[in-house]
Structures are given as structure tokens and as C-alpha cells.
């Protein structure tokens, strides 16, 4: 049986790489925060986050499933290999939209489109809506209140040793929400037909971070510096309204993109800055590989089922 917890060591790992960079993409693109020692002390914090706070979250996305461990193990493969693919072409994606899709995949398969109670999947249809407007709403009031304190500071110096030490104590904050949150995405789906949530919080935990640490540096460049150039205390900011984000959707216990809540934030500070996106295309890009996530999880993990029937 454990070895259907492999495709949630896939996801796990593709969720890690993919999302790194929504908790420090900003600040190591502008050089702030050097990769590695960002990625191995951030990896803590997503483990930690995930057996503090991520039970709720695990629960929520047990409750959509067919109740299938063959199921559940097929989603979250279709979810991983649509992360992977989206990775490998350096677009920041929403886990939760794959392993969405995915779930949605084998319930069509098992029960038919009409038979599918949708009702509960509707609030976390709702929330893709609400996570990038809501990151980029923070966004701007946050670099418009503390830009203002920040100014008031006169020492260079000291100015400087404020963005360093913020820009590390935010980036933990934004990994312990990131494994708070997104823990379920991994291992929620075998919660209740192969893990417990103590252990389902664990093992999701270990393996977000082991792709933090191993395949990383690509989305990085991507959300860094590819869509508003930022300075190091834009990109403190930026990370801060993302991780209060995700956090507060960790409280209500529904799993959501951590990506669309680092895109929105850094699309609010740079209107809150007068800043031009850097390259539109790329955002139109990333919009578009959001609507495809859920679409192309959910028809693999449909095939998937077949193939297996």
C-alpha cells in the first residue's frame, strides 16, 4: 500500500522547486539573500509549519476525494506531473489548481460529471479568485504605510541591517505558511485511506523542502525579477503580503496558490511604487498556465484512471 504515497513525494518535491521562489524569489533575485542558505534554513520552516499548522488544511482536502487510495495516489500523480511541467518551463503554478484538477479527474471518472458533488469544491474555486486580488490589495497598503516608517529611518547603515534582517525573519514567515497551507496539496488527498494527519503533515513537510533545497532556482529568476524589477525593500514587502496571505487562508483551513498570492503582491507594490511590469507577456503567460493547470491535472488524472480500470 505505501507505495501509493509516492506520487505525493513527486508533488511534494515539484511543490518545493516550484514554490521557493513565492517565499524568496524577490529578495535572492536582487541579491539580498544568497540561494542555498535561504533554501536549507526556509526548508525548516516549511516542515515546521506543516506539523504545527497544517492539519485543517489536510482535513479540507480529504473531504473532496472518492475516498480511493488508487484515486487519491492518481491525482496527486497527474497534480505532480503538471507542477513538473510547469517548472521545467519556468512558470510559477498553482499546486492547489493541479491537485484540484486531478481530484476532480477521478471523481468525474468514478461517478460522472452529473453525479460529482461540486458544492463543497466551490469554495476553492472561490479563493482563486480572491488569492491574487487580496495579496495585491496588501501589497500596496503595506508599501504604502511602512515605506513611510521606513523613510524615517536616517542611517543608511541602519536602514540597511532593517531590510536584511526583515527580509530573512519575512522569508521564514512565508515558509511556514507556505508548509501551513500547502502541505495538504501534497499528502491531503491520503489522509484518511493511507495517513494520518500527524503523519500526512510530516512527510508532506519533508518533502516541499527537499525541493526547495534541490530544484529551485529557475522559478526563482522568473518571479524575481521577470515581472516588476524590485529593490530589497519592494521585495521584503512583496514576500510579507504574500505570507500573510497564505497564512490567513491557513487559519480558515483552505489550501490556495501560493503563487497567485506572490504574483498578485508583487503586481499591487508595483502599482502602489508607479512601477511598469516588466514584461507583460510574461504575466499574460503565467494567467494562462494558471487556467491550464487545472484543466491538463484533471484530464491526466482521468487517463491515468482509465489506464488503470
Same mark, same amino acid.
Given at each position: 500500500?505505501?507505495?501509493?504515497?509516492?506520487? %505525493?513525494?513527486?508533488?511534494?518535491? %515539484?511543490?518545493?522547486?516550484?514554490?521557493?521562489?513565492?517565499?524568496?524569489?524577490?529578495? =535572492?533575485?536582487?541579491?539580498?539573500?544568497?540561494?542555498?542558505?535561504?533554501? =536549507?534554513?526556509?526548508?525548516?520552516?516549511?516542515?515546521?509549519?506543516?506539523?504545527?499548522?497544517? @492539519?485543517?488544511?489536510?482535513?479540507?482536502?480529504? %473531504? #473532496?476525494?472518492?475516498?480511493? !487510495?488508487?484515486?487519491?495516489?492518481?491525482?496527486?500523480?497527474?497534480?505532480?506531473?503538471?507542477?513538473?511541467?510547469?517548472?521545467?518551463?519556468?512558470?510559477?503554478?498553482?499546486? @492547489?489548481?493541479?491537485?484540484?484538477?486531478?481530484?476532480?479527474?477521478?471523481?468525474?471518472?468514478?461517478?460522472?460529471?452529473?453525479?460529482?458533488?461540486?458544492?463543497?469544491?466551490?469554495?476553492?474555486?472561490?479563493?482563486?479568485?480572491?488569492?491574487?486580488?487580496?495579496?495585491?490589495? $496588501?501589497?500596496?497598503?503595506?508599501?504604502?504605510?511602512?515605506?513611510?516608517?521606513?523613510?524615517?529611518?536616517?542611517?543608511?547603515?541602519?536602514?540597511?541591517?532593517?531590510?536584511?534582517?526583515?527580509?530573512?525573519?519575512?522569508?521564514?514567515?512565508?515558509?511556514?505558511?507556505?508548509?501551513?497551507?500547502?502541505?495538504?496539496? !501534497? /499528502?491531503?488527498?491520503?489522509?484518511?485511506?493511507?495517513?494520518?494527519?500527524?503523519?500526512?503533515?510530516?512527510?508532506?513537510?519533508?518533502? #516541499?523542502?527537499?525541493?526547495?533545497? @534541490?530544484?529551485?532556482?529557475?522559478?526563482?529568476? /522568473?518571479?524575481?525579477?521577470?515581472? =516588476?524589477?524590485?529593490?530589497?525593500?519592494?521585495?521584503?514587502?512583496?514576500?510579507?503580503?504574500?505570507?500573510?496571505?497564505?497564512?490567513?487562508?491557513?487559519?480558515?483551513? $483552505?489550501?490556495?496558490? %501560493? @503563487?497567485?498570492? =506572490?504574483?498578485?503582491?508583487?503586481?499591487?507594490?508595483?502599482?502602489?511604487?508607479?512601477?511598469?511590469?516588466?514584461?507583460?507577456?510574461?504575466?499574460?503567460?503565467?494567467?494562462?498556465?494558471?487556467?491550464?493547470?487545472?484543466?491538463?491535472?484533471?484530464?491526466?488524472?482521468?487517463?491515468?484512471?482509465?489506464?488503470?480500470?
Amino acid at each position: 500500500m505505501w507505495w501509493y504515497l509516492l506520487p %505525493s513525494v513527486f508533488l511534494g518535491w %515539484s511543490l518545493g522547486a516550484n514554490d521557493a521562489a513565492n517565499v524568496f524569489g524577490p529578495t =535572492i533575485a536582487s541579491g539580498l539573500i544568497p540561494h542555498k542558505p535561504a533554501m =536549507i534554513f526556509g526548508s525548516l520552516f516549511v516542515v515546521l509549519g506543516a506539523v504545527v499548522g497544517g @492539519s485543517k488544511c489536510l482535513m479540507n482536502v480529504s %473531504s #473532496i476525494t472518492t475516498g480511493l !487510495v488508487l484515486d487519491s495516489a492518481l491525482a496527486v500523480l497527474s497534480a505532480a506531473s503538471t507542477v513538473t511541467i510547469m517548472t521545467v518551463l519556468k512558470f510559477p503554478v498553482s499546486t @492547489s489548481q493541479a491537485v484540484f484538477g486531478g481530484i476532480v479527474g477521478t471523481n468525474i471518472f468514478r461517478f460522472g460529471f452529473e453525479n460529482v458533488n461540486w458544492a463543497p469544491m466551490l469554495k476553492f474555486v472561490v479563493v482563486w479568485v480572491l488569492t491574487p486580488t487580496g495579496a495585491a490589495v $496588501i501589497s500596496f497598503l503595506l508599501y504604502k504605510i511602512l515605506a513611510i516608517l521606513f523613510r524615517r529611518i536616517r542611517s543608511v547603515q541602519l536602514q540597511d541591517r532593517f531590510i536584511t534582517v526583515g527580509s530573512w525573519l519575512v522569508g521564514f514567515y512565508g515558509c511556514y505558511a507556505l508548509g501551513a497551507n500547502n502541505v495538504a496539496n !501534497v /499528502t491531503g488527498a491520503l489522509v484518511g485511506n493511507l495517513l494520518s494527519v500527524t503523519e500526512a503533515a510530516l512527510i508532506g513537510g519533508l518533502c #516541499i523542502g527537499l525541493g526547495m533545497i @534541490s530544484f529551485s532556482k529557475g522559478v526563482i529568476a /522568473t518571479v524575481g525579477k521577470g515581472i =516588476i524589477a524590485l529593490d530589497h525593500f519592494s521585495g521584503m514587502i512583496a514576500v510579507l503580503a504574500h505570507s500573510i496571505t497564505v497564512w490567513v487562508y491557513s487559519l480558515v483551513g $483552505i489550501p490556495v496558490s %501560493s @503563487s497567485q498570492a =506572490i504574483v498578485g503582491a508583487v503586481i499591487g507594490l508595483g502599482y502602489a511604487r508607479g512601477a511598469k511590469l516588466s514584461n507583460p507577456r510574461i504575466v499574460l503567460n503565467i494567467v494562462l498556465a494558471w487556467v491550464a493547470t487545472p484543466l491538463v491535472a484533471g484530464l491526466i488524472s482521468y487517463i491515468l484512471c482509465l489506464g488503470v480500470k
